[in-house]
Structures are given as structure tokens and as C-alpha cells.
């Protein structure tokens, strides 16, 4: 008999998100055991659960949510209570380049996952959860004016978001249909430590501390909305306890920035902390062909979950953005292992020989 009082399934555990929401639950709860499902596509790396790797509450599964015998195996082995589904693809960029891998594993996947579940659950859905990590990329693009309210319709715009908009819709229709008990959440852009450079900020911190041109999309006036990754794992675990069964949750930073502003901003500081010339890291901006339709504006309303469940961001963007900067400049190792994609050996190392002694 399993000692914990709940077993909690995470997808896509090892990529930027999953691992600060992993290292959240898993210190926070040693009751709970959390199973944490992955690929390990090239997004997904487990140097960034190094600190939690031998808790005992916690489990590696490596597999794909494409795969539906994976799914069964797993319920029926663990009998989870709760699923906290993250596992996607995830970068606006690789979904222009190459949409069918969205649509695979954000849509199909999610809908393998959901199936799982149901056959597990279908005798007694009392007290399971069913959580869809969303984002707010799925209400389209905004003008200069207005919020992202859960009540906006849906506008997606890039395969990425339309993927993800499908995946939202077939959780809904899953708890309308089956009685499901399903949450969502949908959250602005994340920033923080352990986030793949190929997003703006490390990608752009990179860049900076090894002299390589920045290149901003189109004029850079977007903007964007800025939340500390930790504050959305945190949000997470707020709305996975507390949240209505059935309810989606807006997650947002009110912190808005115009791509070119944060960056000017990476640059000030970044020049500081390396001791170069003000205005040295500036001088790397290069603008380039905008990206193919390129999003104006996201910003989301977070009052429902402030209001309903008392959450809010705990950190200031500055220092927030500071704690960062001084994070990939402190990790050399982890940004050039990522870098040179040697990070890709570990699961190898760590994990295929110990299975094999
Ligand atoms: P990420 O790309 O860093 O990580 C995704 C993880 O999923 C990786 O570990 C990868 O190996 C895994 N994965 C991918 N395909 C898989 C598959 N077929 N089977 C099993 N695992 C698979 O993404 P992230 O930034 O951590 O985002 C996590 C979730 O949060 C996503 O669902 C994303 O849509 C959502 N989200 C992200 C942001 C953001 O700013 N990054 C904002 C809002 C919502
Ligand atoms: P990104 O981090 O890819 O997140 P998203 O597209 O999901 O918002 O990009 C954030 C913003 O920065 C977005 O407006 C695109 C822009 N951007 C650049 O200007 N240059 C770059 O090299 C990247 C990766 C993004």
C-alpha cells in the first residue's frame, strides 16, 4: 500500500515551468508523490531538477503523452488522484517552422491524457483534478487598449496558440461531456531561471554576454506581459487546492513591456554587471524581418484570481529581471551545456546506466 495521500501526475515536469513547479510541490508536499512524465524533447532537461532528484516523493517517468499505452500503464501502475498537465510544445517560432509537432503532442497528446484519465477516474471522479497549464496566446492579440479576461473569446493566431486553444477546448468538453472535473489557467509570458534560450530573455542574455547580435522582430513595439516563473508554479498549486472544479483562471504579472523597453533594460544592466561601457550591450540590437504574424499585444486581467483565491505575483519586475540576469550569468555550466546541447547526455548518464546495473 502506497503511504502517500495523493499521487500527482506532471507532464513535461523537466522543461522551464514544470521543473519550478515540481521543486514547489515536491518540498512543499512529502505526502504527495509526484510522477513526473516527459520525453525529454529538446525543451526538456533534468539538470534543471538536480536539487529534487532523490526525494522520495518524487519519480522520473521518460515518455511521450503521444503514446496512449504509456498513459494506461502509468494510471494503472500509480492510480493518480491529480494530473497537472504542462507537457507541450511550446516556442511561437518552431511552430511556424514546423506546425506539426503542436499538433501532435499539444493536441493529441492532451487528448490521449484526457482519455487516461477518464477511463482511470470513470468509476469515481470524486476528488480527482484534471489541470490544463494554458496560456493567455490563445485570446489573439490586442490593441492598445484592454485586458484578457476569461470571458474573451477565443482569436488564435499562430499554430502554437491554435494548438493550444484546441487543447483548452477539448479539456472543456471533456468535463460538459463526461463530467470530467477539469481547471485551466492561462498565464502571460514567464521569465526566470532554467528557461530554454531560444525564448527573449536568455536567448538575449546569452547573446549579450558573449557579444552576439540581438535580434529584435520587426520594430519591437510588441508588447508583452511579464510573470516570474515562480509565481506562476505558485499560482498552480493555488488553483490546483482551491480553484472551482470546471473554472478557468487568468494568471498575469500587470506588468506589460514593449519588447524594445526590456530590452534596453537587459542591456543596462547586463552592461553593469559585466563591468563593459554603458551603452556596450545596446550596441549589439540588430532589427530583423518581423515574425510571420506577429502578435501586437497580450495583457491579462488576474482580478478572478486574486478576488476567488488571494494569489498575486510576489516579486517587482526589476528585481525580478535582476535575480535572472544574475542567474544565467552565475550558471555558465547549464547555459553552455544547453548551448551545445550536452545536456542531452544526461538522461544517458543519469538515468539509462543506473536502469542498467
Ligand atoms: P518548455 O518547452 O520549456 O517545456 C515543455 C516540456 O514538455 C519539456 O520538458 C518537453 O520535453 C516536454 N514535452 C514536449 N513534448 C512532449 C511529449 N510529446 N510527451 C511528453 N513530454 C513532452 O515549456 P514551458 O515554457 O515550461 O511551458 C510549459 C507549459 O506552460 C506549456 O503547456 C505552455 O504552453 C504553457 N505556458 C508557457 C508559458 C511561457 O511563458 N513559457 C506561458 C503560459 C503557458
Ligand atoms: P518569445 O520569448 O518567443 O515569447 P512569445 O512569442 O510566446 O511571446 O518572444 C517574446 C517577444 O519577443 C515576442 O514579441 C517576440 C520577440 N522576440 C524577438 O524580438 N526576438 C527574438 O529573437 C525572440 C526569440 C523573440
Not at 532537461?45 to 499505452?69: C, S, W
Not at 503542436?102 to 471522479?125: E, Q
Not at 499585444?297 to 529581471?321: M, N, V
Request: charged letters at 25%; hydrophobic letters at 35%.
Amino acid at each position: 500500500m502506497s503511504t502517500f495521500d495523493k499521487k500527482i501526475l506532471v507532464t513535461g515536469g523537466a522543461g522551464f515551468i514544470g521543473s519550478h513547479l515540481l521543486r514547489l510541490l515536491v518540498n512543499k508536499y512529502p505526502n504527495y508523490q509526484l510522477v513526473n512524465l516527459d520525453k525529454l524533447t529538446y525543451a526538456g532537461n533534468l539538470a534543471n531538477l538536480k536539487d529534487i532528484e532523490n526525494k522520495e516523493n518524487y519519480v522520473f517517468v521518460k515518455g511521450d503523452i503521444r503514446e496512449t499505452q504509456v498513459l494506461d500503464d502509468l494510471f494503472a501502475q500509480y492510480q493518480f488522484d491529480g494530473v497537472i498537465h504542462l507537457a507541450a510544445e511550446s516556442h511561437v517560432d518552431r511552430s511556424i517552422a514546423h506546425p506539426m509537432e503542436f499538433i501532435t503532442t499539444n493536441i493529441i497528446g492532451t487528448v490521449n491524457l484526457l482519455n487516461a484519465s477518464r477511463s482511470a477516474w470513470k468509476d469515481n471522479m470524486e476528488g480527482k483534478i484534471f489541470y490544463h497549464v494554458s496560456t493567455d496566446e490563445v485570446y489573439g492579440s490586442l490593441g492598445k487598449e484592454g485586458l484578457f479576461l476569461e470571458t474573451t473569446p477565443y482569436d488564435p493566431r499562430s499554430p502554437y496558440s491554435a494548438s493550444k486553444a484546441s487543447s483548452d477546448h477539448l479539456v472543456r468538453a471533456y468535463n460538459h461531456t463526461y463530467k470530467l472535473p477539469i481547471k485551466i489557467s492561462n498565464c502571460s509570458n514567464n521569465y526566470g531561471s532554467y528557461q530554454f534560450p531560444e525564448k527573449l530573455l536568455p536567448l538575449f542574455i546569452h547573446n549579450i554576454k558573449n557579444n552576439k547580435a540581438l535580434p529584435v522582430y520587426g520594430d519591437g513595439t510588441n508588447v508583452r506581459d511579464w510573470l516570474w516563473v515562480v509565481d506562476h508554479a505558485r499560482a498552480i498549486d493555488v488553483i490546483f487546492h482551491e480553484g472551482k472544479i470546471g473554472e478557468t483562471y487568468n494568471i498575469g504579472g500587470w506588468n506589460e513591456w514593449r519588447n524594445i523597453d526590456l530590452i534596453h533594460k537587459m542591456c543596462e544592466i547586463m552592461d553593469k554587471k559585466l563591468e563593459r561601457p554603458e551603452g556596450t550591450s545596446a550596441g549589439l540590437i540588430t532589427f530583423v524581418k518581423d515574425r510571420a504574424g506577429h502578435d501586437a499585444r497580450y495583457a491579462i486581467d488576474a482580478t478572478k484570481l486574486k478576488d476567488d483565491l488571494g494569489w498575486e505575483p510576489s516579486l517587482q519586475f526589476e528585481e525580478g529581471l535582476e535575480k535572472t540576469i544574475d542567474w544565467y550569468l552565475s550558471n555558465n555550466e547549464w547555459l553552455d551545456n544547453v548551448t551545445s546541447g550536452d545536456y542531452q547526455k544526461y538522461y544517458q548518464e543519469q538515468y539509462v546506466k543506473r536502469e542498467t546495473v
